[in-house]
């Protein structure tokens, strides 16, 4: 009985949300309308459109520079090194996509775990020219600034994205020179 109720009020709430028209993407309240219900539908990955392009453009990033090194140490380097480095690269090296990064470190990191308890309605949003902030009714900001294609981007993560583009660019320079190295002793 109540698991037959539970399942009429998910499909009542999924036709309600189908049905029902909210803000479209090029609006801070529509971006963030669509994080929150990726988030609380599971779609970790689906936020990754709703990210403000450096975001986007660092796990791209991560991505290119974690194949780098992996190609290069599975080249070059001996045992056991190599099988170290190979799996600690593997998960972004081989990630098909920059969304498949950043739900990697979302996840991993605790990210989605904080949007899925800061989320809640709007309660005031401050737009300044190509920036905006959403004040949510349980007081917590976010930050978003409007994209080259209009669609609003979420600027939170950012700066952990950047940061672990630059430790990834850094990681395949070094193993570039120890790969060189270990060629030369060959």
Known sequence: MVAGAAAIAAGTWGIWRHFTHFPPDTTPEGAYMRIAIAIGDGHVRDCFAYLEDEAQHAAYSIRAFRRRASDRVAAAYPEPERSRLLAAYRKHASAPDGADVWQDMAEHRGWVGRLRRDLSGIAKVETNGERATIETARGTRYGFRRRPNGIWGLTIFTAELLAEAER?????????KAAADYERAK
């Open 168 to 176: 990834a660019a850094r990681d395949a320079d070094v193993v570039e």
